[in-house]
């Protein structure tokens, strides 16, 4: 089974465009939207849930008016200022449990609350899961772990050979979650100078993993002078560049309508380069099972 992670430095390079594209050409995958901060890709697949599971990512505390003898320590140790008049404030408690740790007469209990949902379906290309993290909650990085999971278990039941993650983007503890153990990391960057800087960053944490990394350079043409950069970078760091897609409005009309592009118009500039970038992908991991 090959693992394959479509990351960015940044958020709207167009890096689940191209993953559900992607799926569209693959033969048999499980596709996994990591990004549970935003999730999209089933606004694209059209999936037909199969089932959905509680995430309780946190906990969080509650007292026991029974047993508390209104010493206030509680209230006085807890940094968040989630204890007042010997109530828990839901919203303002971040879980850590100092407050049941000292609590001397040990009426203060820490309890797991729901932080989202994760989501098993099916599309036509095959299982997509996917999850929601509730507005402020935290532990996406877990969630990810959680999404991956069940991605892993839905491709031994029904022997797929390939599993295709839409990272989140940034650099953070869910793009850790996400990258862990694959086989190839897909960058997709913008040719602006954030997009250069944020490829930089990113590449650091796919090196820090040993992953092999690789870029698809996105609406190349908007910046041709930033794109030879780009492509002057990867050629001295030995780093392959799948394709460069150009900006074309049948992406746009296709998110419109809630598909991949290379499905509403395979003939366009857009669906022809990303269809290069699948083709070399597929070169790479053939290269790769037979050394």
Known sequence: MKQITVISGKGG?????????????????????????????????????????????SKIASIDEGKCIKC????????????????????????????EFYCPAKAITMNEKISGYVYVSK???????YANLKAAESNSGKLVSVVRLHGRQEAEKGAYDLILIDGSPGIGCPVIASLTGVNLAVIVVEPTFSGIYD????????????IRPT??????????GNTEEIV??????????????????????????????????????????IYN??????????EAREK
């Open 72 to 99: 206030g320590v509680c209230e006085k140790l807890c940094r968040f200022d989630a204890i007042k008049a010997f109530q828990v404030d839901q919203i303002l408690c971040e879980g850590c449990g100092v407050c």
């Open 215 to 224: 870029v698809i350079i996105n609406r190349y043409d908007l910046n041709i």
């Open 123 to 129: 599309t036509r290309y095959g299982p997509l899961v």
């Open 277 to 286: 970038a699948w083709r070399n992908i597929k070169k790479i991991l053939s």
């Open 13 to 57: 390079t167009g890096k689940t465009t191209i993953t559900a594209s992607f799926a569209s050409l693959a033969e048999r995958v499980v596709v996994a939207d990591c990004d549970v901060e935003a999730a999209n890709m089933h606004l694209l697949l059209s999936p037909q849930e199969v089932y959905k599971e509680e995430f309780k990512g």
């Open 232 to 273: 002057e970078f990867c050629n001295l760091n030995n780093i392959d560049i799948l394709s460069k897609v150009p900006f074309d409005v049948n992406v746009v009309k296709a998110n419109v309508e809630g598909k991949p592009v290379i499905e509403y118009r395979r003939t366009c500039g857009a669906s022809k380069e």
């Open 199 to 210: 490829m930089k960053r990113i590449l650091e944490v796919v090196y820090h993993f040993k």
